[in-house]
Protein backbone atom coordinates (compact mmCIF):
# COMPACT_ATOMS: atom_id res chain seq x y z
CA UNK A 1 0.00 0.00 0.00
CA UNK A 2 1.34 3.36 -1.27
CA UNK A 3 -0.33 6.42 -0.44
CA UNK A 4 0.26 9.56 0.21
CA UNK A 5 -1.72 11.78 2.79
CA UNK A 6 -1.04 15.85 2.03
CA UNK A 7 -0.21 17.27 5.72
CA UNK A 8 0.63 14.38 7.04
CA UNK A 9 3.23 14.86 10.21
CA UNK A 10 3.04 11.49 12.15
CA UNK A 11 1.88 7.95 11.57
CA UNK A 12 1.15 4.83 13.66
CA UNK A 13 0.66 1.57 11.55
CA UNK A 14 -1.56 -0.79 13.12
CA UNK A 15 -2.45 -4.41 12.35
CA UNK A 16 -3.73 -5.81 9.19
CA UNK A 17 -1.98 -2.51 7.54
CA UNK A 18 -4.04 -0.22 8.50
CA UNK A 19 -2.31 3.50 9.73
CA UNK A 20 -3.33 5.94 11.65
CA UNK A 21 -2.25 9.48 10.29
CA UNK A 22 -2.15 12.89 11.84
CA UNK A 23 -2.32 16.19 9.39
CA UNK A 24 -1.84 18.89 10.44
CA UNK A 25 -4.70 21.67 9.47
CA UNK A 26 -3.87 24.97 10.54
CA UNK A 27 -3.35 26.77 14.16
CA UNK A 28 -5.67 28.90 15.97
CA UNK A 29 -5.34 31.32 19.13
CA UNK A 30 -5.26 32.74 21.55
CA UNK A 31 -5.96 28.85 23.18
CA UNK A 32 -6.55 28.08 27.31
CA UNK A 33 -6.61 24.68 28.97
CA UNK A 34 -6.16 23.03 31.85
CA UNK A 35 -2.77 24.49 33.80
CA UNK A 36 -1.64 26.22 29.92
CA UNK A 37 -2.53 29.30 28.24
CA UNK A 38 -0.96 30.00 24.86
CA UNK A 39 -1.28 32.46 21.61
CA UNK A 40 -1.05 29.65 19.35
CA UNK A 41 -1.64 26.38 19.23
CA UNK A 42 -1.61 23.68 16.01
CA UNK A 43 -4.88 21.87 15.02
CA UNK A 44 -4.77 18.58 13.50
CA UNK A 45 -7.29 15.46 12.32
CA UNK A 46 -6.91 12.10 12.27
CA UNK A 47 -7.21 9.97 9.50
CA UNK A 48 -7.41 5.79 9.42
CA UNK A 49 -5.43 4.93 5.67
CA UNK A 50 -6.52 0.82 5.28
CA UNK A 51 -6.99 -1.19 1.93
CA UNK A 52 -10.29 0.75 1.04
CA UNK A 53 -9.97 3.45 -1.93
CA UNK A 54 -10.45 6.41 0.75
CA UNK A 55 -9.09 7.43 4.14
CA UNK A 56 -11.45 7.37 6.85
CA UNK A 57 -11.37 10.72 9.25
CA UNK A 58 -11.70 10.04 12.72
CA UNK A 59 -10.83 13.14 14.58
CA UNK A 60 -11.33 16.72 13.46
CA UNK A 61 -10.01 19.51 14.51
CA UNK A 62 -7.50 18.34 17.83
CA UNK A 63 -5.55 21.37 19.58
CA UNK A 64 -2.53 19.80 20.67
CA UNK A 65 1.23 21.40 20.75
CA UNK A 66 2.94 18.40 18.95
CA UNK A 67 0.79 15.58 16.61
CA UNK A 68 -1.79 14.02 18.91
CA UNK A 69 -0.47 10.55 20.74
CA UNK A 70 -2.35 7.76 18.63
CA UNK A 71 -1.95 3.81 19.85
CA UNK A 72 -3.48 0.58 18.37
CA UNK A 73 -4.53 -1.70 20.43
CA UNK A 74 -2.82 -5.40 20.42
CA UNK A 75 -5.02 -6.42 18.56
CA UNK A 76 -5.15 -3.43 16.38
CA UNK A 77 -9.02 -2.59 16.38
CA UNK A 78 -9.19 0.00 18.30
CA UNK A 79 -7.27 3.76 18.00
CA UNK A 80 -7.22 5.68 21.24
CA UNK A 81 -5.79 9.62 20.24
CA UNK A 82 -5.09 11.58 22.78
CA UNK A 83 -4.28 15.85 22.78
CA UNK A 84 -3.14 17.80 23.94
CA UNK A 85 -0.08 16.53 23.54
CA UNK A 86 3.20 18.58 24.77
CA UNK A 87 6.43 16.61 24.48
CA UNK A 88 9.68 17.49 26.28
CA UNK A 89 10.07 18.43 30.37
Known amino acids: LTQCISGGVAGELGRGGSIAVA ?4 AVGPAYGT ?18 PQPRNLV ?5 F ?3 LMVWNAAG ?6 WPRSIGL
Request: proline share 3%; aromatic share 6%.
Open 66 to 68: QSP
Open 23 to 26: RKTG
Open 77 to 82: THLIVL
Open 60 to 64: NGALS
Open 35 to 52: NFETVSIDQFDVDVVGTG
